[in-house]
């Protein structure tokens, strides 16, 4: 069955085009860098917004009916690989990513659960041998069902740490036999409403516990992905314990854990943290953390996590900086954990989302390569920090001083000259840089 009938593969035809099904700036075979933008951009498409979401809110039943929803139970999850794999195609896509309840229905028990999940995995393996759409990553949903209403590894019951566990440990085994690169861990609930009735202690060991566990379950069996934490500061819980990637980062040192996560870093979930995008980016950049990404956007007038599409310049490139300057993305990618507006409701919109966000990194992608051609930043911040390339800075960085030394340095300095830090040019640059790529 064809489930996008108005729609052909979607192709590069450049700025002029008026084509709304059309790439106007991501050119799959364009080489940058010594790397064609498909090589660089790794993009994936998330199976629950894209084939599982309805559109409804909190004030609002769903609006979005799409050609599978016609089907019911394994019916419609069947319906939905038949039409995802059609969408990777007509976009195409080098990768996926779901969530076990995306895929599969839950049964009335775990094993029903993990027969219907065996259905539906064999069906995706089935297409993916006729596919160059491969699975990014996946991961368990331990946060949408009532059972996880104190969490999951770090609920006070445990009997939900065991459930948690054991999809979990379904969700290593489904990653291997598809071959997927990574494994994505989400705490949606994870975190806490009032420590007024919780253990913090507990919670947190137990967290590491479960951790260990999936690392070490993933070496039983021969899983050699690379398994992400995905922070986020809050909503559902008032404040998660994955708040941010320091916060995260300083977790997993703690625990002895900072060797076998990296982090998947989300936008909207950087910007909820009170942090930009290329904050959170180049945090774990400089602490070899940086293993792949949401990309989506927020709304600076909404407080919750919006998962917009990106079409942010601006950002875009900022965050395109931090992932060339980390050497790329390795095993991971730019996933559109986005979703099309709730009066986006026809199933074409889809389309034109996802070529809006795909154009949007592309520019992104060519303004950052130029910015680290012409070493535009790199300049500005070897400027700024030159007092530490001779004497006493120098000294300073190579350890060759001391309080005493610096004391006896301080009591010389008639007056202590500074620079401006020129941010105002700065960005005017970056402006600059933008609007040349347009002109070429």
């Given amino acids: 069955m064809v489930y996008f009938q108005n729609v052909e593969k979607i192709k590069f035809e450049g700025a002029a085009s008026k084509n709304p099904y059309a790439f106007k700036f991501y050119n799959p075979q364009e080489k940058i860098g010594g790397k ?38 394994l019916d419609l999850a069947k319906a939905r690989v038949e039409a995802s794999f059609e969408f990777y195609e007509k976009m195409d896509v080098p990768f996926f990513c779901f969530h076990d309840i995306d895929i599969a229905p839950e049964g009335s028990n775990l094993k029903e659960s993990n027969q219907n999940l065996d259905v539906i995995v064999s069906m995706i393996k089935d297409y993916m041998k006729n596919s160059k759409a491969k699975l990014l990553w996946n991961t368990a949903n331990n946060f949408t069902h009532p059972r996880f209403v104190h969490g999951a590894a770090t609920s006070s019951n445990a009997d939900v740490f065991a459930y948690s566990a054991a999809k979990v440990k379904k969700g290593l085994e489904i990653g291997k036999e ?25 919670e947190l060991d137990n967290l590491s516990r479960f951790y260990h566990m999936a690392v070490d379950y993933a070496k039983e069996i021969g899983f050699e ?25 300083a977790f997993l040192q703690s625990y002895g854990l900072e060797n076998s996560f990296k982090f998947n870093i989300e936008a909207n979930h950087a910007t909820l943290a009170g942090h930009t995008f290329e904050h959170e980016l180049h945090y774990a950049r400089i602490n070899n953390m940086l293993g792949s990404v949401d990309a ?76 680290i051609d012409d070493k535009v930043l790199e300049n500005v911040v070897d400027d700024r920090y030159k007092t530490y390339k001779e004497g006493i800075g120098l000294d300073i960085v190579e350890g060759n001083t001391d309080f005493h030394k610096l004391e006896a340095y301080a009591f010389g300095l008639q007056d202590i000259k500074q620079t401006s830090g020129r941010l105002e040019q700065i960005k005017a640059t970056i402006n600059q840089y933008l609007l040349q790529s347009f002109n070429k």
Avoid: C
């Fill in 178 to 202: 598809l071959g997927a690169l990574n494994y994505v861990f989400w705490g949606g609930r994870e975190g806490y409403d009032t420590l007024l009735n919780t253990n913090m202690k507990l």
């Fill in 36 to 73: 064609t933008m498909e090589e660089i951009l790794r993009y994936a498409v998330s199976y629950w917004h894209t084939f599982t979401m309805d559109g409804s809110d909190p004030f609002g039943a769903g609006s979005m009916n799409r050609p599978w929803d016609k089907f019911s139970g």
């Fill in 296 to 371: 989506n956007q927020g709304n600076p007038l909404l407080g919750w996590d919006t998962d917009e599409f990106p079409t942010d310049l601006w950002t875009t490139t900022l965050a395109m900086y931090e992932i060339l300057q980390n050497g790329g993305l390795g095993k991971g990618g730019l996933n559109f954990d986005a979703k099309v507006r709730r009066a986006s409701f026809e199933p074409e919109d889809l389309f034109h989302a996802h070529i809006a966000g795909m154009d949007a990194f592309a520019v992104g992608l060519r303004v950052a390569q130029n910015l």
């Fill in 225 to 249: 992905a690379q398994f992400l934490i995905e922070p986020k500061p809050k909503e559902p819980s008032t404040h998660q314990y994955d708040y941010d990637v320091a916060t995260a980062h």
